[in-house]
């Protein structure tokens, strides 16, 4: 592959493609062909669980002192080079592209790609919790404090997050926590696109999206023509693209015990399992 971005989302196992004949249950309850997690570009899974579980306990501990735990942490990963590295080097080149005064990220996989380009770029950041509330730091090694209105007033946000699915949290809290402080958000950065209508959504608040990559139907034809996935796994994914709910219905309509058989298995299958039934998209 020529894109960097693509190969180091295979290579640290963030994005993770099914058998062609065995999907994937998503929280959702829904089945599909694939995940994306792009925090897992930190280096690898179990790294990427283990930032997580660090920026938890620092958010519970102190929101105020979270910040400059947070990047200590990303930054040591940051400092060993590989795909975390160049993929924060890429954040923040296309970054310069932007008028902004400062780059925030929400809680918690945002913080992964927010604040090693602020730090590249000398800008301070907004870190935004889940609950609206928000520490400003002008420099990540140092103290961040509550920012107040006086302080943000008429400043300009680059929002950078992970991965856009359906912008929800933009909707909900990114973007009115920002505003809230009386600066505003025009643009945003994201990793990757999955293509499940986040831009629009997006372009109803006013913001503008840039992505490092999109998952569509040329994304997994490019991954094809390059021997990463086999044949039965494209026609596989390419009907999810078309209709996820109609791909659904004819995978169960086809593997007629496959409900049965994920309920018998107990644990997550068989919790998935029931979600689908409950929410309709399954029979039993």
């Known amino acids: 592959m020529n894109d960097k971005i693509i190969d180091a989302l295979f290579e640290t196992q963030a994005i993770k493609m099914a058998p062609a004949d ?10 599909g062909p694939f995940y994306c997690n792009t925090h897992f570009l930190l280096k690898d899974e179990q790294s ?5 579980k660090l920026i938890e306990a620092a958010i519970a501990e102190d929101k105020l002192t979270a910040p400059k735990k947070i ?22 080149e296309e970054a310069k592209n932007y008028d902004f005064d400062f780059i925030s990220g ?13 730090y590249i770029l ?27 209105k006086d302080m943000l007033q008429g400043k300009k946000a680059l929002h950078i997050c992970d991965l856009i699915n359906t912008a929800s949290s933009y909707e909900r809290a990114w973007v009115p926590a920002i505003r809230d402080l009386g600066a505003d958000i025009t643009d945003t950065l994201a990793v990757v696109d999955r293509c499940q209508g986040g831009a629009e959504v997006l372009e109803g608040l006013g913001v503008k999206l840039k992505t ?12 094809y023509n390059n021997g990463m996935i086999d044949l039965a796994q494209k026609d596989f994914v390419l009907k999810y693209l078309e209709s ?41």
């Open 22 to 31: 065995n999907p994937f249950w998503y929280t959702s309850g829904m089945l």
């Open 48 to 52: 990427a669980a283990d930032m997580l």
């Open 71 to 92: 990047f200590e942490a990303l930054k040591k990963y940051y400092d060993l080079g590989g795909t975390f590295k160049m993929t924060m080097d890429r954040l923040a």
């Open 106 to 118: 929400g809680e918690r996989r945002d913080y992964f790609f927010s604040m090693i380009p602020a």
């Open 122 to 148: 000398g800008k301070p950041h907004l870190t935004i919790y889940k609950d609206m509330s928000s520490a400003y730091s002008e420099d990540l090694e140092g103290d961040a404090v509550v920012p107040a």
């Open 212 to 223: 490092l990559t999109k998952i569509n139907a040329e994304f997994f034809e490019d991954i």
């Open 244 to 284: 996820p709910s109609e791909y659904m219905a004819h995978y169960l309509k086809t593997h007629p015990d496959f409900i049965a058989g994920e309920l018998a298995k107990g644990g997550k299958a068989a919790d998935r399992a029931k979600l689908a039934i409950e929410k309709g998209y399954a029979d039993t």
